[in-house]
């Protein structure tokens, strides 16, 4: 019997995960498998170099972090150990000697499940962990790794597709996988403006800088020390960017008192932060739970949800819901469930609990501290700005549990996959969706995915040493003037306008992947001829690939391809928050999907052959073609 060939286009952690399932379920199959990877660098790691600086870390303790599905999750269990991060890397014999973490074997500290290590040793983790899958791949499945880019695929007359490589060559492949991860979208008409003044103007200003794509942070080492640099975005790339401008130019922070002291070094530009909310990413709690705990949802829970769902059908005929008028008031109750059982010490009867006054007000500020709010002048702002900063690292140090206001945010964390089943495959009304995307998720991801505490003490302590300023207020416009050859943020506050001159933006977020403005090759061609379309929940785009509940993926005509998956973060908009790692001992989203769909191709090879793609039937496998 003949090989059949399936291919996996992009081997980062999705794909890995695919890849560990395929392992499990070959195992229990003498089915033989030509098992194509198309990743033009290593396997496994994919955003996540190994080669990049330890100033750079994960924002996930690194005892919550694992590659592998948790034991009972899954039907077929994985075919080598499955270390969580840390568990891997203590049995690497990796120490922690002050910030900085070596293979040392002895010294230094040892990692603690409370530690956030650096994203370097994530990489090395998902590039061990390639290795571990690939050595217990039985002899029946040859794999073959492919150091190239895909650069289009199209399905012949017998369903089978031809993968294109940026080589010249091309793939012959029965079933693929698109797991293609985190990419760049093409510059929208203002951005390009500003790009070409800093080209323009760099002869007369030749500290100009228009970055928009943060990532590879090495591209900002064309920034000069002399620059003021402004950068749009409070979140986890801000804290990368501003890592890599201060710690990475030679700064260090040293302990002082309660906090961090920065030791400049003299190679830092000039620092700003602005965005349009203005306001600083609140930083992840000291855990209380363990590397499993959650909290047990009692009001937003996947029933309630389908009893949202029932309601609706028999009221309006539709089961799509509206987030405000229905779910919110059931995510504000249980997390005013869980600050009231903190603030008590207590948990409420959930048979009388109400959500009441003081902890909706302490829930609702925290997600809405604009709210109401104006500021007379720049230092109004600034001292409102430091006492958001100054009172959110104090709740922090008190943990998840013991902080009322830190507990509630975790809620948001624990009830992800409720979050799912409201608002995916258009659970939303559409106007309720993108309601939901620009309103309340980036409030959600700023209270509840910040960075580790220790970021944020260290942003309290490069605005001190003067290294760092906050923008004068929110909702910044940025603009550009052409006399002085610089870029001009404008300001509106009560008392009037302030301006701020910068001669280097950097453009410190990630793109949402949206198939009509993607700058990738594959995915404008696969768009081009029809073998995907973008996804829309009426007429919202809210981005992704169109998808069905199986992850395969809508045709021009509205067909889906049955010998073709999309997991990950190509789905996002058809799915929600698709980029989480999984956790240890517990059910996992990328799990999940990556075991659901391997499920379908062993069954597609086992108990349907008669559907199997006629190449596949005919066991033509070729592999590698000219």
């Not at 120490?95 to 002895?106: M, S």
């Not at 003299?266 to 959650?294: H, T, W």
């Not at 500021?375 to 409102?384: K, L, R, S």
């Not at 993108?434 to 309103?439: A, M, T």
Request: proline share 6%.
């Amino acid at each position: 019997m003949k090989r059949i060939n399936v291919t996996i286009i992009g081997m980062g952690p999705r794909g890995l995960s695919v890849f560990e399932r395929i392992a499990a379920f070959a195992r229990a199959s003498a089915i033989p498998l030509q098992l194509n990877l198309i990743e033009p660098g290593a396997c496994g790691a994919g955003a996540h170099a190994p080669r990049q600086p330890q100033h750079l870390l994960t924002n996930t303790l690194a005892s919550q972090v694992t590659l592998f599905p948790g034991p009972g999750a899954v039907e077929q269990a994985p075919s080598c150990v499955t270390p969580s991060l840390t568990e891997w890397a203590r049995s690497q014999g990796y120490r922690r000697f002050g910030a900085e973490y070596y293979r040392a074997g002895e010294g230094g500290a040892e990692i603690l499940d409370s530690d956030y290590l650096p994203r370097q040793l994530l990489g090395r983790y998902l590039t061990w962990a390639y290795g571990a899958i690939a050595a217990a791949m039985p002899p029946t499945v040859t794999v073959n790794h492919l150091r190239h880019r895909a650069i289009d695929m199209f399905q012949q007359p017998d369903a089978s597709f031809v993968v294109e490589l940026d080589s010249g060559f091309s793939v012959s492949s029965d079933f693929v996988f698109l797991t293609t991860g985190h990419s760049n979208g093409n510059l929208t008409d203002e951005e390009a403006w500003l790009r070409k003044f800093a080209q323009d103007h760099a002869r007369y200003n030749s500290k100009l800088r228009y970055v928009r794509h943060a990532y590879p942070l090495d591209k900002l080492i064309a920034i000069g020390h002399d620059a003021v640099v402004g950068i749009q975005g409070l979140g986890l790339t801000a804290h990368d960017v501003l890592a890599e401008l201060t710690v990475g130019r030679g700064g260090r922070f040293q302990p002082a008192g309660a906090g961090l002291r920065y030791i400049a070094s003299g190679q830092e530009p000039q620092l700003m932060l602005f965005s349009r909310n203005c306001l600083p990413a609140a930083a992840r709690a000291i855990n209380q739970k363990g590397v499993a705990g959650r909290h047990p949802a009692r009001f937003f829970t996947r029933e309630a949800v389908r009893a949202l769902r029932a309601e609706a059908v028999r009221e309006r005929g539709s089961a799509q819901l509206d987030f405000d008028r229905e779910l919110l008031p059931l995510m504000l109750k249980e997390m005013g469930y869980a600050y009231r059982a903190a603030a008590d010490a207590k948990a409420p009867d959930p048979l009388w609990y109400q959500l009441g006054d003081e902890e909706r007000l302490a829930i609702e500020t925290m997600l809405f501290p604009l709210r109401g709010r104006s500021f007379a002048d720049p230092a109004e702002y600034a001292a409102f700005f430091r006492a958001q900063l100054a009172d959110d690292l104090r709740e922090a140090a008190r943990g998840n549990t013991t902080s009322p206001l830190k507990a509630a945010a975790d809620v948001l964390r624990d009830a992800r996959a409720v979050l799912q089943d409201s608002i995916e495959h258009g659970g939303l009304l559409p106007a309720s969706h993108r309601k939901f995307l620009s309103v309340l998720n980036p409030a959600i991801n700023r209270v509840t995915f910040g960075p580790p505490l220790v970021r944020n003490l260290q942003l309290e302590a490069l605005v001190e040493a003067g290294v760092l300023s906050i923008a004068d207020g929110p909702n910044p416009a940025l603009r550009i003037d052409e006399e002085r050859s610089q870029f001009a943020l404008h300001t509106r506050l009560a008392g009037g306008a302030t301006v701020r001159y910068l001669d280097a933006v950097v453009v410190a977020r990630l793109d949402v992947f949206s198939p009509e403005t993607d700058d990738t090759v594959l995915t404008r061609n696969l768009l081009k001829r029809g073998t995907i379309r973008p996804f829309y929940n009426g007429s919202f785009h809210p981005g992704g690939i169109d998808i069905d509940v199986d992850n395969h993926p809508f045709n021009r005509a509205g067909r889906q391809a049955a010998n073709l998956w999309v997991l990950g973060y190509p789905s996002e908009g058809a799915q929600y928050y698709t980029h989480a790692l999984p956790r240890p001992q517990l059910a996992s989203r990328q799990v999940a999907d990556a075991d659901r769909c391997v499920r379908a191709l062993f069954a597609a090879f086992d108990a349907q052959p008669a559907r199997l793609p006629a190449k596949a039937r005919a066991a033509q496998g070729e592999g590698v073609i000219a």
